[in-house]
Structure formats: C-alpha cells, structure tokens
C-alpha cells in the first residue's frame, strides 16, 4: 500500500512479517546449502595452504623462503579486510544475490589461479584476490542467510553455517594425506591438485545459487515493493503451497511502514553506527576482536607449541588439527539451537565465559608442565567446543543488530576491524612468547586472551541485545521507517 507523507513516498509492508512467519522447508534448506557451503571450502582450501608450506620451500617447487610463506597469509588476510569493506559496502548498495555471485566468483578465480601460479609473488597476487572474494562472502552471505530465514531459526542456521568452515577444514586435514604423497602424486603436480579441486567444487555452487532469489526485505527498502512482494509470495508458494491470487490470513501479521529509497549515500549509513548505535558498535567490536585474538593465537601457533614444548614431529602436527576441527563444527551444531531457545545474551555470554576459563585452566596446566601432548590437545578441543559457537556468534551478532541498510557495511566493519586486531597482532605476538622457550611466558599469553575473551563476556551481559525469535526489524529499525 503505497502513500504519500510529505515529500516522501511510502509504503507499508507484511513482508519482513511474512518471511518470518514461514514453516522451514526444502526452500531453506538448499538456501543454506548454496549460500553455506562456501565456508566448508575456505575451510578445506585455508587448511590446505597451511598443509603445503613446507613443500613450496622446495627448489623443485617454488623455493619460497620462511618470510615469502608467511608474506602468503598476510596477502590473504588483506584482501579479505579490503574485500570485505569493498563488497560490503556494494551488497548494500545494489543487492545481496548480485554480490553473492560476484565474491564467490572473485574466490573462485583465486583459487584457480593460485593452481597456475609460477613464483611467490603470482602466489600472493592471487591469495589476495581470494582473501577478498571470502570477505564478500562474509558479508553478502551472512546478510541473505539472515534476511531469509525465519527469525525463530535464525540463530542456530547462523551459526551452523560459520561453524562449517570446520567441517572443511577436517577434510582438507584428510585431503592433504593424498595430494601431498609423493607415491600419488608428485610434489609439483600434488599442491596444485588441492587447489584445482576446490575450484571446480565451487564453480557447482554458482550453479546452485541461481536458485536463490533477492531478498525481499532489501527490495522492499529501496523502492522495490512490487518485485519484493512477487518473490516473497514466490517462496510462499514453495514451502506453503499457496497458489496465485489465493488469500493468506494476514491478521495476526504487523506491517512496517517505510520511505522508499533507491539509494543510501554512504555518510548515511555509517553514521549510526557513531551515534544512534554506538553501544551495539561497542558490543560488536569487543565480540569479534576478542574471539579473533584468541583463535589466531591458539590455531596459528599451535604446530608451534606441540613442536616446541612435547617434541611431536613437524610433520606430525597436522594430525593434531582434526580434533580440534571437529570439535569446532559440534560445538555450534549442537549448542546452536539453544542461541534461539534460552536467547542470545546468555548462550554468548555462557560460552564467551567458558572459553576463556577452559583456557585460562589449560593454560595453568601447560605452565606447570603436567599436560603432554594429547592431554593439551583434549583441553584446546573442549575449549573450541565453546569457543567456536561463541565465535560464530559474533559474526551473528553483528548481522542481526544493525538496520537492514546498512547490514552489510556492518558486518564488514567489525570483521574487518577485528580480523585487523586479532590477526595481526595475535600470531605475532604469541610467536614471540613460543621463542622465547618460557612456559611461563607463554601462560601469561593464554591468561590475557582469556582476559579478553572474559571481558566480551562480561560485556555481552551488560549490554548484549536480545535478538532471539524476533523479526530483524523489531531489533533494529530499518533507516527508512517511518516513526
């Protein structure tokens, strides 16, 4: 229904309403599948890069220095930083199905490139532009997940989806077993295999995704009200099996009105985040930098500590990565569910808080020399069991608390500002601490990670927004309603 108010045009609406009132179905499950399903990917390509850093250190393959492997992951994590902001920015610009074609397609290219590469520079080059194919990814995926799905199951498919990167990363701990024997294949040809293979695996989910329509709700926010109410009755008709013209009891449905816009410059839509939700900027900020900065110390040196601290053979640390792997997928499976049935301010803080005492105990175990290897590898385990719903529940934090216009340049934001903090700082500093040859040292590291992780716990309980079950407008109004 559309009116006029002042110099403005309006429209009011049942969509955001209607989506959410929907039964979950086949239509949302391959939703999640053809937008998901990325994440396993990165997951098994980030653990094959990880996997072959020795073997690009050989003459025969690229010769590539300590320094030129580690330059590899700072390429990657730059671009997803850029690539996040860049593509975040456009998602809510010009729509969430254009860019979640675009980014993976930017992705897909790096990846098959990175097969083709020819020296270390080519390599970074082309891990960069996979980096910011991911971060699009990030943001455009995330929003359409969230827009799609029915609020009473937002945040356990929010969280299954982020916590599936583990479920890759456990295949690509078992797919580097064959890519890099030598009695399979070549050392020359093996590397190049992994990568090849991922690309193609994905060039099946641009096919899948052609499926996937525009969100309605974004549609319907910038001057699309007729298309938006053509594909949501669309969806209507796949999972409920209303027909044509046939009418749905809309009575107990509460409508937003809305000014229709085409466009948000972009003062408009960062803004907000400096004033009208700087408390939530806050949350969002001390939720993704602090669980960033405990993953990259524990995961990125962890080869590290088993090498230096218990003698386990480098080319044994990888079997040590499928634990922690599997327990970083259970942990939002099975915990997800309960984000939307106690709410979201006590399951993250819960499992905030859990973390950061499990590591703290780990930790204090470690400094006394009690723990051996597999002990100290049950302990990070049953640490990531918590700490990877509380990690995903960051990325789901921000994508639900913030106005539909400006979503994706959210999410952008905070991963990007703590990928930068927790990243960057992170490795290198933990880095320090392992040669340094102190177990004390090292203990202290653990402590201020859990500090940190304790903190955003604390945080979450003081000011955490409870999202559960609620329609994304009710949690944060769109920057084009109508008061």
């Not at 300590?66 to 992951?73: C, Q, R, T």
């Given at each position: 229904m559309l009116t006029h108010e002042a110099d403005y045009e309006t429209v009011e609406t049942l969509i955001p309403a209607r989506l959410d009132c929907l039964r979950w179905s086949r239509f949302h499950s391959l939703l999640v599948i053809g937008l998901g399903i990325t994440w396993i990917l990165d997951g098994l390509e980030v653990?094959?890069?990880?996997?072959?850093s020795a073997v690009l250190q050989r003459q025969d393959v690229l010769?590539?220095?300590?320094?030129?492997?580690?330059?590899?992951?700072?390429?990657?994590?730059?671009?997803?930083?850029?690539?996040?902001?860049?593509?975040?920015y456009l998602t809510d610009r010009y729509g969430r199905r254009k860019f979640f074609f675009i980014s993976l397609s930017v992705y897909l290219a790096g990846v098959a490139l990175s097969a083709l590469a020819w020296n270390g520079s080519s390599l970074a080059v082309f891990r960069f532009l996979t980096g910011a194919g991911i971060g699009g990814e990030y943001s455009a995926v995330n929003s359409a997940i969230d827009e799609l799905i029915p609020a009473?199951?937002?945040?356990?498919?929010?969280?299954?989806?982020?916590?599936?990167?583990?479920?890759?990363?456990?295949?690509?701990?078992?797919?580097?077993?064959?890519?890099?024997?030598?009695?399979?294949?070549?050392?020359?040809?093996?590397?190049?295999?992994?990568?090849?293979?991922?690309?193609?695996?994905?060039?099946?989910?641009?096919?899948?995704?052609?499926?996937?329509?525009?969100?309605?709700?974004?549609?319907?926010?910038?001057?699309?009200?007729?298309d938006a109410d053509n594909v949501t009755s669309s969806i209507e008709a796949i999972v409920a099996g209303y027909k044509s013209g046939q009418l749905r009891n809309d009575l107990n449905l509460v409508p937003i009105r809305i000014y229709l816009h085409q466009h948000f410059n972009l003062a408009a839509l960062v803004r907000p985040l400096f004033a009208q939700y700087r408390s939530r900027a806050v949350l969002g900020l001390s939720l993704m930098a602090s669980q960033a900065f405990m993953y990259n110390a524990i995961f990125f040196t962890y080869a590290l500590v088993l090498n230096r601290f218990y003698g386990v053979a480098a080319d044994r640390t990888g079997v040590y990565l499928l634990p922690f792997a599997?327990?970083?997928?259970?942990?939002p499976l099975i915990l997800g569910p309960w984000f939307d049935l106690l709410g979201r301010r006590a399951m993250i803080a819960g499992t905030y808080g859990l973390s950061a005492l499990v590591l703290g105990a780990s930790g204090a175990l470690f400094a006394c020399g009690i723990l051996?290897?597999?002990s100290q590898t049950v302990m990070w385990a049953s640490m990531f069991f918590f700490a990877s719903p509380a990690a995903s529940s960051a990325y789901l934090t921000v994508?639900?608390?913030?106005?539909?216009?400006?979503?994706?340049?959210?999410?952008?934001?905070?991963?990007?500002?703590?990928?930068?903090i927790g990243g960057v700082v992170a490795p290198w500093f933990f880095g320090e601490l392992i040669d340094s040859g102190s177990r004390e040292a090292l203990?202290?590291?653990?402590?201020?990670?859990?500090?940190?992780?304790?903190?955003?716990?604390?945080?979450?309980?003081?000011?955490?927004?409870?999202?559960?079950?609620?329609?994304?407008?009710?949690?944060?109004a769109p920057l084009s309603a109508v008061e």
């Open positions: 653990t094959l890069v990880g996997a072959i010769d590539l220095s300590a320094s030129e492997i580690g330059f590899l992951g700072s390429a990657y994590l730059i671009g997803a930083v850029l690539g996040s902001l860049l593509f975040g009473r199951f937002r945040g356990r498919v929010d969280l299954a989806v982020n916590g599936s990167f583990w479920l890759g990363a456990a295949a690509g701990s078992a797919f580097t077993i064959i890519i890099l024997n030598p009695r399979i294949l070549p050392y020359q040809v093996g590397w190049r295999f992994g990568f090849a293979v991922g690309a193609v695996l994905g060039t099946g989910i641009l096919y899948l995704r052609r499926f996937i329509p525009e969100s309605p709700r974004w549609l319907v926010t910038h001057g699309h009200a007729a599997l327990t970083n997928f259970a942990g051996s290897a597999f994508s639900e608390i913030f106005p539909l216009e400006m979503r994706s340049l959210a999410i952008a934001v905070f991963y990007s500002a703590g990928t930068g203990f202290a590291g653990y402590v201020i990670a859990a500090a940190f992780m304790a903190v955003a716990a604390a945080i979450e309980l003081l000011i955490g927004v409870d999202a559960e079950r609620k329609q994304l407008e009710q949690i944060a």
